[in-house]
């Protein structure tokens, strides 16, 4: 029950004004800052609401992949240049934001992560590895302004954040691989 709390508290702490438009006013901010926190107040506000609706998970997301796919499609919705513009511009995609992130992101991540095997959980992080390696490359490498709100100086250090995350990411993989599991599966 505290869980939901926090995450409702953090959700409405991200759409009041003065701090929603602060986090959107630095590029990097908006899309490394705000969108993920938007997500963890999803996946915390699930854990109360998955044991309410459990029999209706189980027959819409038995094994994880419905709501996984749904994770995944958003997300790479909210990684298109265009849609972070008009996430800013236009009202009714600002407010998609608001409900897709925490609510078609981090209740099903948090409903799907735990159901699916370690192979599937590994591709799904080497795609993701590969997204941001491209939107790296995007935002650092264009010879023009990516997104008409933000400076080019902005999105470079944007293209400098998801570098570092696919960096990390990969850094966790080999962790991973060289990491004992066999106290786990006992």
Same mark, same amino acid.
């Given at each position: 029950? &505290?869980?939901?709390?926090?995450?409702?508290?953090?959700?409405?702490?991200?759409?009041?004004?003065?701090?929603?438009?602060?986090? *959107? =006013?630095?590029?990097?901010?908006?899309?490394?800052?705000?969108?993920?926190?938007?997500?963890? =107040?999803?996946?915390?506000?699930?854990?109360?609401?998955? =044991?309410?609706? *459990?029999?209706? $998970?189980?027959?819409?997301?038995? #094994?994880?992949?419905?709501? !996984?796919?749904? %994770?995944? $499609?958003?997300?790479?919705?909210?990684?298109?240049?265009?849609?972070?513009?008009?996430? +800013?511009?236009?009202?009714?995609?600002?407010?998609?934001?608001? %409900? =897709?992130?925490?609510? +078609?992101?981090?209740?099903?991540?948090?409903?799907?992560?735990?159901? $699916?095997?370690?192979?599937?959980?590994?591709?799904?992080?080497? #795609?993701?590895?590969?997204?941001?390696? @491209?939107?790296?490359?995007?935002?650092?490498?264009?010879?023009?302004?990516?997104?008409?709100?933000? +400076? *080019?100086?902005?999105?470079? !250090? @944007?293209?400098?954040?998801?570098?570092?995350?696919?960096?990390?990411?990969?850094?966790?993989? +080999? &962790?991973?691989?060289?990491?004992?599991?066999? *106290?786990?599966?006992?």
């Amino acid at each position: 029950m &505290q869980l939901i709390l926090y995450g409702t508290m953090l959700f409405v702490l991200l759409i009041i004004p003065p701090v929603r438009n602060a986090m *959107e =006013s630095v590029m990097v901010v908006h899309m490394l800052v705000q969108m993920p926190l938007l997500i963890l =107040s999803g996946w915390l506000m699930a854990g109360e609401c998955q =044991s309410r609706f *459990e029999r209706f $998970l189980a027959s819409w997301n038995a #094994n994880g992949t419905a709501g !996984i796919l749904l %994770v995944i $499609l958003i997300t790479i919705y909210w990684m298109i240049p265009r849609t972070l513009d008009e996430a +800013l511009v236009t009202w009714y995609i600002e407010l998609f934001k608001f %409900v =897709s992130l925490p609510f +078609l992101v981090g209740f099903p991540l948090r409903n799907s992560w735990k159901k $699916l095997a370690s192979l599937t959980k590994g591709f799904i992080v080497f #795609n993701y590895i590969s997204m941001f390696g @491209l939107l790296a490359w995007i935002y650092i490498d264009a010879p023009v302004r990516v997104c008409n709100s933000y +400076l *080019e100086a902005d999105q470079k !250090i @944007l293209g400098w954040g998801f570098l570092m995350i696919m960096v990390s990411l990969i850094l966790y993989m +080999l &962790q991973y691989v060289f990491m004992d599991h066999s *106290e786990a599966s006992s």
